[in-house]
């Protein structure tokens, strides 16, 4: 079934290209030389004051706000911005393919961002109509007229190119994110509900000896959305059970019983029946979505059991999505075993399997049932860290990194092998494009590769990821 519709979005895409490219040399070879010249001089003045009363218009639209107003965005998009309106306006019929890509690659991080379509049309419009206006005030009239309706064709091809890519693109991960809620994250129900229950349970019971111990500081009892169930059902729960009137309902529970330990009252024992009462509901509602999930091996790692990189495009972009609704946000880490082709060589690969299988073990038993963990692909795993600040992300990187090299692998003749791994950490930054922190956490784990190994490494700003790298065409 995937490969059916593999081929046939393929296939849809190279007709695609083959209409617009037609379209666009047909275009292109009726031009004539005078606006040519135009087309130059306006994409040598035009695009900065374009670029500003772009942003001046989007930032006005609360949604648009969301993709446009980070810092990181801005920094980047600008310049990216005015590069594509220069290479539009001076493209020749020779660079139709090149221009075509560049269209496909936009749509493709317009999908992954999740930014609506009708924002990218607004915005094209804006910046088509400021640039008439240009034209209209350096050239006469016929010219003028000419090439306006030249312009108008560019923009609406470019704009072709990208909507399709876009459709193709979002196709893809509503299939993907279809899979996802069908799958669930948690690899052992059994073990998870009742990992969760007593969770919940635990949370309950601190909260009632708060209650009889020290009644006029019952207020700053932890928050039941903060504690590692409350984190679990948001980061892992959620996405995994779906958006169904169950989830609405244990989202509201959370909420209201919160609201009830935040707000006591001169006398906090009067809520107690209500707070008991609703943490019934909520772990009576937890039972029935357990009951309902299901579990795909797609999803899985063979060799480890883990997740393996399927799902991981799904889980970063809830990830993002939850950051900028909230004041929380999350990390990425990328962890490589250091010299894995020794353990292979000297011990042949069965050595090697040995040692993943050992490393995720370790890993699953020290992750919190918020975060993720994935097989990623040869001898690298991802872990996404929900809720955590940048020292308490390298902290549990650095704990894991520890715990792996105290923990050597004991081979099929008895003999212990020691393993170590070089750790990337990632924080994001609030760019809605989750394939920058992965790369990011990329470029880290590569810093601690060639600092010594078997250590660390915090991404800063200086590790700019270089556009194509291996991440980000790894699919």
Same mark, same amino acid.
Request: glycine share 6%; proline share 5%.
């Given at each position: 079934?995937?490969?059916?519709?593999?081929?046939?979005?393929?296939?849809?895409?190279?007709?695609?290209?083959?209409?617009?490219? #037609? @379209?666009?040399?047909?275009?292109?070879?009726?031009?004539?030389?005078?606006?040519?010249?135009?087309?130059?001089?306006?994409?040598?003045?035009?695009?900065?004051?374009? $670029?500003?009363?772009?942003? $001046?218009?989007?930032?006005?639209?609360?949604?648009?706000?969301?993709? /446009?107003?980070?810092?990181?965005?801005?920094?980047?998009?600008?310049?990216?911005?005015?590069?594509?309106?220069?290479?539009?306006?001076?493209?020749?019929?020779? =660079?139709?393919?090149?221009?075509?890509?560049?269209?496909?690659?936009?749509?493709? !991080?317009?999908?992954?961002?999740?930014?609506?379509? #009708?924002?990218?049309?607004?915005?094209? %419009?804006?910046?088509?109509?400021?640039?008439?206006?240009?034209?209209?005030?350096?050239?006469?009239?016929?010219?003028?007229?000419?090439?306006?309706?030249?312009?108008?064709?560019?923009?609406?091809?470019?704009?072709?190119?990208?909507?399709? @890519?876009?459709?193709?693109? %979002?196709?893809?991960?509503?299939?993907?994110?279809?899979?996802?809620?069908?799958?669930?994250?948690?690899?052992?129900?059994?073990?998870?509900?009742?990992?969760?229950? +007593?969770?919940?349970?635990?949370?309950?019971?601190?909260?009632?000896?708060?209650?009889?111990?020290?009644?006029?500081?019952?207020?700053? $009892?932890?928050?039941?959305?903060?504690?590692?169930?409350?984190?679990?059902?948001?980061?892992?729960?959620?996405?995994?059970?779906? #958006?169904?009137?169950?989830?609405?309902?244990?989202?509201?529970?959370?909420?209201?019983?919160?609201?009830?330990?935040?707000?006591?009252?001169?006398?906090?024992?009067?809520?107690?029946?209500?707070?008991? +009462?609703?943490?019934?509901?909520?772990?009576?509602?937890?039972?029935? /979505?357990?009951?309902?999930?299901?579990?795909?091996?797609?999803?899985?790692? +063979?060799?480890?059991?883990?997740?393996?990189?399927?799902?991981?495009?799904?889980?970063?972009? %809830?990830? !993002?999505?939850?950051?900028?609704?909230?004041?929380?946000?999350?990390?990425?880490? /990328?962890?490589?075993? =250091?010299?894995?082709?020794?353990?292979?060589?000297?011990?042949?690969?069965?050595?090697?399997?040995?040692? *993943?299988?050992?490393?995720?073990?370790?890993?699953?038993?020290?992750?919190?049932?918020?975060?993720?963990?994935?097989?990623?692909?040869?001898?690298?795993?991802?872990?996404?860290?929900?809720?955590?600040? +940048?020292?308490?992300?390298?902290?549990?990187?650095?704990?894991?990194?520890?715990?792996?090299?105290?923990?050597?692998?004991?081979?099929?003749?008895?003999?212990?092998?020691?393993?170590?791994?070089?750790?990337?950490?990632?924080?994001?930054?609030?760019?809605?494009?989750?394939?920058? !922190? *992965?790369?990011?956490?990329?470029?880290?784990?590569?810093?601690?590769?060639?600092?010594?190994?078997?250590? !660390?490494?915090?991404?800063?700003?200086?590790?700019?990821?270089?556009?194509?790298?291996?991440? /980000?065409?790894?699919?």
């Amino acid at each position: 079934m995937m490969n059916t519709s593999s081929t046939r979005s393929s296939t849809a895409t190279t007709v695609q290209d083959t209409q617009v490219a #037609d @379209a666009w040399h047909a275009l292109l070879d009726d031009v004539a030389p005078e606006q040519v010249a135009l087309l130059r001089e306006l994409a040598h003045s035009a695009p900065p004051s374009l $670029a500003e009363h772009f942003y $001046a218009g989007m930032l006005d639209d609360p949604r648009a706000s969301r993709f /446009l107003s980070s810092e990181q965005v801005q920094s980047r998009l600008k310049p990216s911005m005015l590069r594509w309106i220069t290479n539009l306006l001076t493209s020749g019929p020779d =660079d139709v393919d090149a221009q075509i890509a560049e269209q496909r690659l936009i749509g493709d !991080v317009h999908a992954r961002i999740g930014i609506p379509v #009708d924002l990218v049309i607004r915005g094209t %419009r804006m910046l088509k109509h400021q640039l008439y206006r240009h034209i209209i005030n350096v050239a006469p009239p016929p010219l003028a007229s000419a090439t306006i309706a030249l312009v108008s064709d560019l923009f609406d091809l470019a704009l072709e190119m990208m909507s399709h @890519a876009y459709s193709v693109a %979002r196709e893809r991960s509503t299939r993907l994110d279809a899979s996802y809620r069908m799958f669930s994250l948690i690899q052992n129900i059994g073990t998870e509900r009742e990992r969760q229950r +007593a969770l919940l349970l635990d949370w309950e019971n601190a909260l009632l000896y708060r209650y009889a111990s020290a009644p006029v500081d019952v207020g700053t $009892a932890p928050q039941l959305a903060q504690s590692e169930f409350g984190l679990w059902f948001s980061h892992k729960g959620l996405p995994s059970f779906g #958006d169904t009137a169950e989830t609405r309902q244990v989202s509201a529970l959370i909420a209201s019983i919160d609201d009830l330990v935040s707000s006591p009252g001169e006398n906090p024992s009067t809520s107690l029946p209500s707070i008991r +009462a609703q943490l019934a509901q909520t772990r009576a509602l937890i039972g029935m /979505l357990f009951d309902n999930i299901g579990a795909l091996e797609a999803g899985r790692d +063979a060799l480890t059991s883990l997740l393996n990189r399927r799902f991981l495009p799904t889980v970063l972009r %809830r990830e !993002v999505a939850l950051a900028s609704e909230s004041s929380g946000g999350f990390s990425v880490l /990328l962890l490589d075993l =250091d010299h894995f082709k020794a353990i292979n060589d000297a011990h042949g690969h069965d050595g090697g399997d040995r040692a *993943l299988q050992h490393v995720a073990a370790n890993l699953a038993q020290h992750t919190r049932s918020s975060d993720y963990l994935f097989r990623f692909g040869g001898e690298e795993f991802v872990m996404v860290l929900g809720s955590v600040s +940048a020292d308490q992300a390298v902290a549990i990187a650095d704990e894991l990194r520890e715990r792996i090299a105290a923990s050597p692998v004991t081979m099929s003749d008895g003999s212990k092998v020691p393993v170590t791994a070089s750790i990337g950490v990632a924080v994001h930054d609030g760019h809605p494009d989750y394939e920058r !922190v *992965l790369a990011r956490a990329d470029a880290a784990m590569y810093q601690a590769k060639r600092n010594g190994r078997n250590r !660390v490494e915090l991404a800063t700003a200086a590790m700019v990821e270089p556009p194509g790298s291996r991440l /980000l065409s790894a699919r």
